[in-house]
């Protein structure tokens, strides 16, 4: 009753009801005080050990250990997440407990709890913990997350992606409320120096051979400022960072290109997850001056097209995937075919294309199968749920769409899935038909 109440009250004042879907959607709350370590493990229950530098101020809380307010420094510490067995979980789900304490059994839980005390014993856990790649994957979580929330989505990630990397989770002073978008920005701000030295200290170790930075929501504006920030000292961004991966990005596009810009040439390979569906998204272009957010960009739209070939930037559009996520602001974490593309491919550093989603196999089966009707085309458009802008296999998937006109009698010349690369969009009602390059 409180809950839908205050909606009324906040969405009267403010946005017409925009931000009430995005409060309704959080309205349920989770459970506080979830860190404190379980005394036994269960058998069949995952281990997933992170080591999580923060720039949060302690919580006198045992359960809580970081509050969201701004620390003096960069605290270390090792979290052990509990996950439940396989037969009672779904991939993309962080399965909070109802009480305390949880049941590991079906229930996310805090195994232990360790500070790390300075940069050599940070050195030692991740000799301890590495995978033989040599690969560190750094996530930064997004807008109103707790700490222990970056915590359980992260093991999330880390497990049903079934990555090759040793995970370190950077969080910032995010206080966990709608209310607090303003006070979270600053936060990332703040934390921009700090992300930069965690980054730089993770170069100098002799021990890690590759970085891929994954950032979710606002937590991408603090990864992208940090890496324009080391560009700019040190000429360019380490070639150690090879990878960067934006889910959601909550980044005004505009100040994106300048970003980019000033990284120059030498800038970690890009991939970007977007979703037209995105209403967090929506709600921030609202508040920040109506400037399309990165996360929310139609890549069909040829001045963005341009913008992100030019930069040898692979786009991911995720508007067509349904998941449990009512804002459609998770979905890099939620879907379980993404999540895993995520483990397989992207933290890796390898491309991915529309072949490797089987895009390409249902264009050249369709090339083959299809009838001659407008129809079926469209059918096959909208049953893609992963449409890819991906510059170096432009020339491929061009050949296999117009081999799919051909077959169709030139009915449907030009029909692909949206987004594919090259993708001809031609409109009866003008005179033009242009391929968006």
């Known amino acids: 009753m409180f809950c839908v109440a205050s909606v009324r009250r906040f969405a009267g004042r403010h946005m017409a009801g925009l931000f009430a879907v995005v409060w309704l959607a959080g309205c349920a709350g989770l459970p506080e005080g979830v860190l404190i370590p379980l005394e036994t493990d269960v058998p069949g229950t995952t281990q997933v050990p992170i080591l999580v530098a923060t720039t949060r101020a302690p919580s006198a809380d045992p359960g809580i250990l970081y509050s969201g307010e701004r620390g003096p420094a960069i605290d270390l510490n090792e979290i052990v997440v509990s996950i439940p067995p396989e037969e009672n979980r779904t991939v993309g789900e962080v399965q909070w407990p109802k009480k305390l304490p949880p049941d590991p059994s079906r229930d996310f839980a805090a195994l232990s709890v360790k500070t790390i005390p300075d940069v050599r014993a940070a050195e030692a856990w991740f000799l301890k913990h590495r995978t033989p790649n040599r690969r560190l994957l750094i996530f930064v979580h997004g807008f109103n997350n707790r700490y222990e929330d970056a915590v359980f989505r992260f093991a999330q990630i880390a497990h049903d992606s079934r990555m090759e990397a040793t995970p370190l989770l950077f969080t910032w002073p995010s206080r966990g409320s709608l209310f607090a978008y303003g006070y979270d920005k600053e936060s990332t701000n703040y934390s921009r120096s700090a992300l930069e030295l965690v980054l730089k200290t993770a170069v100098q170790n002799p021990a890690v051979d590759e970085i891929t930075v994954l950032a979710h929501s606002m937590g991408t504006w603090l990864t992208v400022e940090a890496l324009r920030q080391m560009a700019i000292r040190d000429g360019g961004v380490p070639s150690k960072i090879e990878n960067v991966i934006l889910a959601s990005p909550d980044l005004d596009v505009d100040v994106f290109r300048q970003q980019l810009a000033d990284m120059g040439p030498k800038h970690p390979k890009f991939t970007v997850f ?62 379980p075919e993404v999540v895993r593309l995520l483990g397989a491919r992207l933290i890796a550093g390898q491309t991915v294309t529309d072949q490797d989603i089987g895009l390409g196999e249902r264009l050249g089966a369709a090339a083959m199968d299809v009838t001659n009707t407008v129809g079926s085309a469209a059918g096959l458009a909208v049953s893609v749920p992963i449409a890819i802008i991906d510059p170096a296999t432009r020339d491929s998937l061009d050949d296999q769409a117009d081999q799919l006109g051909r077959h169709l009698g030139n009915a449907v010349t030009g029909l692909v899935p949206v987004g594919t690369s090259g993708a001809r969009r031609c409109d009866p009602r003008r005179q033009d038909c242009a391929t968006a390059r």
Not at 281 to 298: K, M, T
Not at 299 to 309: G, H, S, W
Not at 314 to 334: P, T, W, Y
């Open 274 to 335: 977007v979703s037209r569906d995105d209403q967090a998204l929506r709600v921030s272009r609202r508040i920040s001056g109506n400037v399309d957010r990165l996360g929310a960009i139609d890549i069909n739209d040829p001045q963005y097209r341009a913008l992100l070939e030019r930069e040898g930037i692979v786009v991911l559009d995720l508007s067509a995937l349904r998941v449990g996520d009512r804002l459609n602001h998770s979905k890099f974490a939620e879907s």
